[in-house]
């Protein structure tokens, strides 16, 4: 239906350094068994933050809060492996409204931007300083600018590119199942013209 | 305007401008026709709740092809029974999509089908997978079906609604890449060696935002099933999809299944067919060179399959955090052979490595040995028919006579949601295509080898190369 529009996320960030951060990481295939939305919290990084009795652990993410602290700032090849959909379903469920990587899966990023989580991809030196920002200072703010395409932090600014089409789904909140719905004509008449 | 010379095309540009239902402009993407959506319970069930949501129907039940694979039971029961589930979760999944399926006219493979198994598996034995093709599924081996000439890609579930209400998929055109592999695989080195070194050299997001094209020698001698295990692991580097153009070989693997045209209607198809391929002096974005004939049997090392090595070969002594980090999780040592390293679960199975070919391979290895002790080997064949087929050469016999589980047809191992997975710390060699850190249970550690090597490694009850016992038994 129709998504909220998304023009920016402003917050602090908390950090994945890890590079190839696969989907099974983000969620594992035990916790695919919903056949409903909304209830991914606790699976979300779940072998990374609960003990084999399924007790939360000492692991830092287990000490985020992400209603101060909703940019993931992740590494490299974010989000890579598996399609499933409930990798974006499980960060936002956990409260993550951004993530800035230098590189993410490409699947991910496409499901992402169908669930109002927005992928910053940044250039690896940028992305490299605002790591070490953050984490010389917990406490940056981080901007990510999903209409100017820019993420900025105290002293660091680069540019990011998104597929126009996701931006715009973002920035005004359009449904994509509605557009493609509005080019039925368009698809009867491909479907006509095939022998 | 006068009409201009064509240009060289890719197979890829070929197929993906076949199927644009309207183009892409900088604004929006391509909207793309989808021939062949197949269809599985973990998936789906958000996107079937979306057009219930919306009020709407399916636009093509018959292009839409379900069957229940993921999260089904692998324990043995009569043919037709239905099974025992790991949880009520899991049986609540199949239990809608067969609903699902019910209420929009889609033809499900189910418990009662002599032809349910792995998605990837069976849309090509079907013949439901044919070349030119836009095929996808919410799955990211989808590519397996690249392996006939099709465009085939996962997409995820908001995606899959997309496609079950419309038939299209907005998409931008991805960057070409070819792989192209000289030589020849030495005897005793397979598809999945192959895949596992391709991947090694590629890395694992080497490939992100490209289609793959394999191609050259090497590729074009492998049978239909070796393709599959080849484009199955595509996406382990990256790429959206993985082609190889269609052949003699191609043609005869699908002359007489049940859902490919038959007589002159497949002969028509065939004549098309044949344009299907990379024009010369084409051009690539990328391209990478492989000499087959210069590989080993590989084994991983890390929780990555980009962290593959020859068999022989020791772990990266140089390392850089991640190596570090994937060693540590896996009890390796930076510069340690791995060779000898004590295992506990072998899985012979999973849409990369469940064929027949898979089967045999690893039976002519275990025929007339017996799995070491205090292995556990699970078989798990990828479909219904592969069951039936195997268990007609006596290939069930030779696993049993070993010591290893004979299974229904599933997942099973591979992804672990069935409830079919290892133990905590246990090292599980795996014919399945990710050794992510929990993929098949949690603190399981996962080695990614061939049907040959897991099943030498069964027998050894360690980390074997198979190419040994290959020879005392005249296999190789
Ligand atoms: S066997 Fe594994 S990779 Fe293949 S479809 Fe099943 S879960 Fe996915």
């Known amino acids: ?195 | 305007m006068a009409p201009r010379p064509s240009e060289p095309k890719t197979l890829f540009d070929k197929v993906w401008e076949a199927h644009l239902a309207l183009p892409e402009t900088g604004e929006n993407p391509g909207l793309l026709y989808v021939d062949l959506h197949l269809v599985h319970e973990v998936t789906s069930p958000q996107a079937f709740a979306e057009l219930a949501a919306r009020g709407l129907t399916v636009r093509r039940p018959d292009r839409t092809f379900a069957t229940m694979d993921h999260s089904t039971p692998t324990t043995p029961r009569p043919f037709g029974a239905r099974p025992v589930y790991s949880s009520p979760a899991t049986k609540k999944q199949v239990e809608t999509l067969e609903e699902n399926c019910r209420r929009h006219g889609i033809e499900l493979f189910g418990w009662d089908s002599p032809d349910r198994g792995i998605v990837h598996v069976i849309g090509p034995e079907l013949g439901l997978t044919r070349p030119g093709m836009t095929i996808v599924c919410g799955d990211s081996h989808t590519s397996t079906h690249g392996a006939f000439g099709a465009l085939a890609f996962g997409i995820g579930t908001t995606e899959v609604g997309h496609v079950l209400a419309t038939q299209c998929v907005l998409q931008r055109r991805p960057k070409t890449m070819r792989v192209n592999v000289e030589g020849r695989l030495p005897v005793g080195v397979t598809a999945k060696d192959l895949a596992l070194a391709i991947i090694a050299e590629v890395g694992a997001g080497g490939a992100a935002g490209h289609a793959v094209e394999y191609a050259g020698p090497a590729i074009a001698a492998l049978s239909m099933e070796e393709r599959m295990t080849v484009c199955n692991m595509s996406i382990e580097m990256g790429a959206r999809a993985g082609m190889i153009a269609p052949d003699e070989t191609t043609f005869a693997f699908l002359r007489g299944r049940d859902r490919a045209p038959k007589g002159a209607a497949f002969e028509a198809e065939v004549a098309r067919w044949r344009t299907l391929k990379t024009d010369p002096g084409a051009a690539f974005d990328a391209e990478v060179t492989i000499n087959a004939s210069r590989l080993s049997p590989m084994i991983t090392w890390g929780a990555s399959p980009d962290m593959a090595a020859p068999i022989d070969q020791p772990t990266p002594a140089v390392t850089g955090p991640d190596a570090d980090k994937a060693l540590r999780y896996m009890g390796f040592k930076p510069g340690e052979t791995l060779l000898g390293e004590t295992v506990h679960t072998v899985f012979i199975g999973s849409c990369t490595n469940s064929r027949l070919s898979d089967l045999r391979q690893a039976a002519a290895v275990m025929a007339g040995r017996h799995v070491g002790p205090g292995v556990r080997m699970i078989v798990v064949p990828g479909s219904e028919r592969i069951k039936k087929a195997a268990e007609a050469e006596g290939l069930d016999a030779v696993f049993r006579t070993a010591g290893a589980e004979w299974r229904e047809p599933g997942c099973s191992m591979c992804i672990a949601m069935n409830g079919d997975m290892g133990r905590p710390g246990e090292l599980v060699v795996s014919t399945s295509n990710r050794n992510f850190a929990g993929r098949q249970g949690p603190g399981v550690r996962t080695v990614l080898a061939s049907p040959a090597t897991a099943a030498a490694s069964a027998v050894a009850g360690a980390i074997a190369d198979p190419r040994r016992l290959m020879e005392m038994c005249g296999a190789a």
């Open chain 1, 1 to 195: 239906m129709q998504p909220e529009p998304i023009t920016q996320v402003s917050s602090r960030a908390f950090i994945v350094a890890e590079e190839n951060v696969d989907t099974d990481q983000i969620i594992p295939a035990r916790f695919l068994t919903a056949t409903e939305r909304g209830s991914l919290a606790d699976a979300c990084f779940r072998d990374w933050r609960f003990a084999k009795d399924d007790q939360p652990n000492g692991h830092p993410l287990n000490a985020v809060d992400t209603a101060e602290r909703a940019i993931l700032l992740a590494g490299h090849n974010f989000g890579c492996g598996s399609s499933r959909e409930h990798a974006p379903w499980a960060l936002r469920d956990f409260g993550v409204r951004a993530v800035v990587t230098s590189g993410a899966g490409d699947i991910f990023k496409s499901n992402a931007a169908k669930n109002g989580l927005v992928v910053a991809e940044i250039g690896r030196e940028a992305h490299g300083a605002l790591m070490e920002a953050v984490a010389a200072d917990p406490d940056t703010e981080i901007t990510v600018d999903v209409e100017g395409l820019t993420v900025s932090a105290a002293g660091v600014r680069a540019s990011f590119d998104l597929e126009p089409f996701a931006r715009t789904c973002l920035v005004q909140g359009v449904d994509p199942l509605g557009f493609i719905l509005g080019r039925t004509e368009a698809i009867a008449a491909y479907e006509a013209a095939r022998p």
